[in-house]
């Protein structure tokens, strides 16, 4: 006996062609968190100086949040009949996550940090619009994983608002 398709929903047959422009969705997000690992590991190791141990921390523990919405994008991309896509496919874009030339200017890993919080969230932000009427399960772990980002955002935007205030951002 065939294994029956779901009637509704985004699992349907007759959904098989926006799930597969979601399944594409689904794969940016899963290298932008992947590259936002290895980013974060890079800063939360390189910077020195008294001032960068709470950027250092931080960072930290993002990674291992990051990598669990790396996973939970992996895992949603599965679930919607796709293939999580091999690590030959990755090119990488976060320029402004590189090392500064001197690993005392914690200014350029916190800017750096916002700017990689603010892509996420534009393209978490499109993906939940996408899913708001036809996935409600990758819409709400969308929105999950937005308030993750909302949140490292501010906190990174508080950080720098320190640096303003001194003059030295
Ligand atoms: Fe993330
Ligand atoms: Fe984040």
Do not use: C
């Not at 929903?9 to 590259?35: C, F, H, T, V």
């Not at 890079?42 to 960072?59: F, H, T, W």
């Not at 350029?108 to 619009?129: D, F, L, P, S």
């Amino acid at each position: 006996m065939a294994v029956r398709s779901a009637s509704e929903g985004i699992l349907s047959d007759d959904n098989a062609a926006k799930r597969e422009e979601l399944i594409g969705m689904l794969q940016k997000p899963y290298w932008m968190e992947l590259e936002t690992v290895m980013s974060y590991i890079a800063n939360s190791i390189n910077p020195d100086g008294v001032r960068a141990q709470e950027i250092i921390e931080s960072l930290q523990s993002d990674v291992q949040e990051e990598l669990g919405h790396a996973q939970q994008f992996a895992q949603r991309i599965k679930e919607l009949y796709g293939v999580v896509p091999g690590s030959l496919e990755f090119s990488a874009e976060q320029s402004y996550l590189q090392p500064p030339e001197h690993q005392t200017d914690i200014v350029h890993v916190i800017k750096g940090v916002i700017e990689a919080e603010t892509g996420a969230i534009e393209h978490y932000n499109r993906i939940i619009e996408f899913t708001d009427e036809t996935d409600p399960v990758t819409n709400d772990m969308v929105i999950a994983i937005l308030r993750d980002e909302e949140g490292h955002r501010r906190l990174f935007e508080g950080f720098l608002r320190e640096y303003e205030t001194e003059g030295l951002a």
